[in-house]
T-cell receptor
């Protein structure tokens, strides 16, 4: 069965510092990969996605992610974080199921930004 | 990106009553919508897949008689929590896939349910 692992439950980063959030997946074929961000009490906003092609994908808010097939990873990065980036980040994998594309989520990484 | 709305954003109800939550795709049609439940500081758990024109598909362990889903149109799905109990208190989020591949899901803002 497919699964998504986010090994870091909580990360604290200084404002202006670089950020990398880890995501590993277990899946039999090349998955569709996503990163979502959730602010407290809010729904999820799509940051970026990877379906195929260039393994380095750019997203909104200055985020990027790199798909590494050999490592089954899809890590999220940002060169310089802002206080507004404090939120919960979820990595997700999609697989086909009778035409309905279900998402499997990681457990999330909570990002705290310190001045 | 596509926009999905939910109503209400929060609701408080007494134990034993039923609560209906609406999920709408505002600028696209959705033959499929998904309903998730999220407990505090946890990830999203898929409850069911809502299908326009047919019955919903429930995930293992989710009581279909407890969580009634109706996909009334191509832009509206509703989740009714019947005979709600305090343990049903949670954050409920819907999503709808959009785009040619219909893989990318767009999420509603969520509904906070508190059952007293």
């Amino acid at each position: 069965a497919q699964s998504v692992t986010q090994p870091d439950i909580h990360i604290t980063v200084s404002e202006g510092a670089s950020l990398e959030l880890r995501c590993n997946y277990s899946y039999g074929a090349t998955p569709y990969l996503f990163w979502y961000v959730q602010s407290p009490g809010q729904g999820l906003q799509l940051l970026l996605k990877y379906f195929s092609g260039d393994t380095l994908v750019q997203g909104i808010k200055g985020f990027e992610a790199e798909f590494k097939r050999s490592q089954s990873s899809f890590n999220l990065r940002k060169p310089s974080v802002h206080w507004s980036d404090a939120a919960e980040y979820f990595c997700a994998v999609a697989f086909l199921n009778f035409g309905n594309e279900k998402l499997t989520f990681g457990t999330g990484t909570r990002l705290t930004i310190i001045p | 990106g596509a926009v999905v709305s939910q109503h209400p954003s929060r609701v408080i109800c007494k134990s034993g009553t039923s609560v209906k939550i609406e999920c709408r795709s505002l600028d696209f049609q959705a033959t499929t919508m998904f309903w998730y439940r999220q407990f505090p500081k946890q990830s999203l758990m898929l409850m069911a897949t809502s299908n326009e024109g047919s019955k919903a598909t429930y995930e293992q362990g989710v009581e279909k008689d407890k969580f009634l889903i109706n996909h009334a149109s191509l832009t509206l799905s509703t989740l009714t929590v019947t005979s709600a109990h305090p343990e049903d208190s949670s954050f409920y989020i819907c999503s709808a896939p959009e785009g040619v591949s219909r893989v990318t899901q767009y999420f509603g803002p969520g509904t906070r349910l508190l059952v007293l």
